[in-house]
């Protein structure tokens, strides 16, 4: 199991750096084409936010399996680590619910921003596609922290609860 969520978070986080690099270089040849006086790429910068929206969604699982959010451990320190295991179960149950709950609440505003026919400025890109990485990270990401909280073991021992 451990080794499935660690394929299935690995390939959006692949697809997001190559989003960001897809959109790297879009704006160096952008920014190159306005320096030599040539104008720059029409909606280079609806480009960029649209972007940078799916890539940050698509970086959400890793981050969950990796147990990369942040945390405040000054006060917990102190505990057993008995309690300090207890806590982090805890947690992982809270984000578990709280991926699902984004997760939700993106499929209805994507839903909703679909049905409004909402675009980009210059592009006119529909501004929905911006949820379906965010949607899909999410999902992915309440299924890990769910395993993480059934099967703690198996995912520290996979090496991806660290």
Do not use: K
């Not at 190159?32 to 799916?54: K, T």
């Not at 990401?141 to 769910?146: F, K, T």
């Amino acid at each position: 199991m451990a080794v499935w969520l660690d394929r299935i978070s690995r390939v959006p986080a692949a697809l997001g750096g190559l989003v960001i690099f897809g959109v790297a270089i879009t704006v160096a040849i952008s920014v190159v084409m306005r320096n030599l006086g040539l104008g720059s790429i029409r909606g280079d910068f609806e480009l960029v936010e649209m972007s940078c929206a799916f890539a940050a969604g698509l970086f959400l699982p890793l981050c969950q399996l990796n147990r990369g959010h942040v945390m405040v451990d000054l006060f917990t320190n102190w505990l057993p680590s008995r309690a300090q295991r207890g806590l982090d179960w805890l947690w992982l149950l809270l984000f578990a619910a709280g991926w699902a709950c984004l997760a939700f609440l993106t499929f209805h505003g994507m839903l909703e921003s679909r049905d409004y026919g909402d675009r980009t400025m210059l592009l006119s890109l529909p501004l929905w596609w911006t949820f379906l990485p965010a949607l899909l990270g999410s999902a992915i990401s309440c299924v890990i922290a769910l395993s993480q909280v059934a099967w703690p073991r198996a995912m520290a021992e996979s090496g991806s609860g660290d």
